[in-house]
């Protein structure tokens, strides 16, 4: 490190000690917190990994039925099914704060309607189409399900990865570039007061030479 970048003093050699102390609790800190999100995306991802495979049942399910409900009935029937039973989804978004980070959540009402409720006379309507609907809507209250928490996985994974940047950023850089200063100021400051001490010792030299001088010449007189 160059001199020319700080100025060996007692002063700077104290505020490198405390930023170093300062630096190396901040590691200590982000690396609990990391340790925090990496247990808490752990925790998040096995949950999630359950949810996905109800999913995918869910799923399968929905497109036999489906293919069941076509198959006996047509796809004009079923596109006129559909039509009749549209509406808006009842949702609503929460949202919760983990380790400072806003995590959604999904709150669903009556995604799973009562065949009743579809808007279509039972009458007017095939088993087979009823048990696809019925299927569809499982499929879809389970997805609203997923969602949040595969974005919250995103989100938290991505908390990680930035605290993990900053703890190299601070133990590659920052923290050996202070130490490296301390060092360089430490050095120069002890070059410095070996040069006082030699410089006090060669004066003190000076002025016994010269009194044993005086001495000797009053000696002789």
């Known amino acids: 490190m160059s001199l020319d970048s700080v100025s060996p003093t007692r002063m700077n050699l104290l505020a490198r000690k405390a930023q170093i102390k300062f630096a ?15 247990k808490e995306l752990i925790d998040r991802a096995r949950e999630l990994r359950s949810l996905r495979n ?26 006129s099914a559909a039509l009749a039973a549209r509406r808006e989804m009842n949702v609503r978004v929460t949202t919760e704060k983990v380790w400072g980070l806003s995590l959604g959540d999904i709150e669903q009402f009556d995604v799973v309607r009562r065949p009743a409720d579809r808007g279509i006379g039972l009458l007017d309507i095939s088993s087979q189409i009823v048990e696809a609907s019925e299927a569809a809507e499982k499929m879809v209250a389970q997805l609203l399900v997923c969602a949040p928490k595969e974005q919250n ?7 990680v990865r930035k605290v993990s940047r ?17 060092r360089t ?21 000076k002025k016994a030479d010269a009194a044993a001088a005086e001495a000797m ?5």
């Open 24 to 38: 190396s609790d901040g590691v200590q800190l982000l690396e609990g917190k990391r340790e925090a999100l990496l």
């Open 54 to 79: 109800d999913l995918h049942a869910l799923g399968r399910t929905a497109v036999a039925a489906m293919a069941i409900a076509r198959g006996v009935r047509g796809t004009p029937e079923i596109r």
């Open 153 to 159: 996985l995103q989100i938290i994974g991505e908390e």
């Open 166 to 182: 900053r703890i190299n950023a601070l133990n590659e850089y920052l923290l050996p570039k202070l130490r490296g200063e301390m």
């Open 185 to 205: 100021i430490a050095r120069v400051l002890d070059e410095r007061e070996r040069e006082d001490t030699f410089r006090l010792k060669r004066i003190k030299k």
């Open 217 to 221: 010449k009053e000696a002789l007189q």
